[in-house]
């Protein structure tokens, strides 16, 4: 199965100080935001930039059944049966290219409805579609469940051949 996050309403480059609070109250620019892959927060896939249009990752993944339902794992899901999810990850980057991360979003898996997920498992694909600015307009951060993500199964040749899904690496 492939999992698909299709995202649309970035914040944009920077994020002024006084927008944040706590250990992110400082500014940051040039932020990206990326997907994090299990166990390894310096290995992201296709960092965008904050000021795109729009920005669509494509996730290899595996289901099978479990006594919760139907179980997700794959490079880029986090967190363990029941309580799985995926990073994104907010960060700035630098004149040669480091990623510095200041905040992240869980896209909570555990949150898509039974009969979505069953029908993703079946069809090949899974799609979360979802503003990644904040009420602020700041990036998106903490637990993203609905109404924040709209889950939904899809054909599985919906994946290929987006014009701006990401690439495994």
Not at 23 to 48: G, T
Not at 49 to 77: F, H, I, M, Q, R
Request: glycine share 10%; aromatic share 4%; net charge negative.
């Amino acid at each position: 199965m492939r999992i698909l996050i299709d995202a649309v309403n970035l914040p944009g480059l920077t994020c002024p100080p006084e927008a944040l609070t706590g250990d992110d109250a400082q500014a940051h620019r040039n932020i990206h935001v990326a997907v994090q892959r299990r166990d390894q927060p310096a290995e992201l896939l296709d960092p965008q930039p904050g000021d795109s249009a729009s920005v669509t990752w494509t996730l290899e993944c595996t289901t099978a059944a479990s006594s919760n339902g139907t179980d997700v794992k794959g490079p880029y899901v986090q967190g363990r049966p029941g309580g799985r999810f995926i990073y994104l990850s907010w960060g700035t980057v630098d004149d040669s290219g480091g990623f510095t991360m200041f905040r992240r979003a869980k896209l909570m898996l555990d949150a898509v409805p039974d009969e979505v997920l069953a029908a993703a498992a079946r069809t090949g694909l899974l799609v979360g579609r979802l503003g990644l600015a904040d009420a602020r307009g700041m990036p998106l951060c903490a637990r993203v469940v609905p109404p924040h993500i709209t889950w939904s199964a899809g054909p599985a040749d919906a994946a290929h051949g987006h014009p701006s899904a990401g690439h495994l690496r």
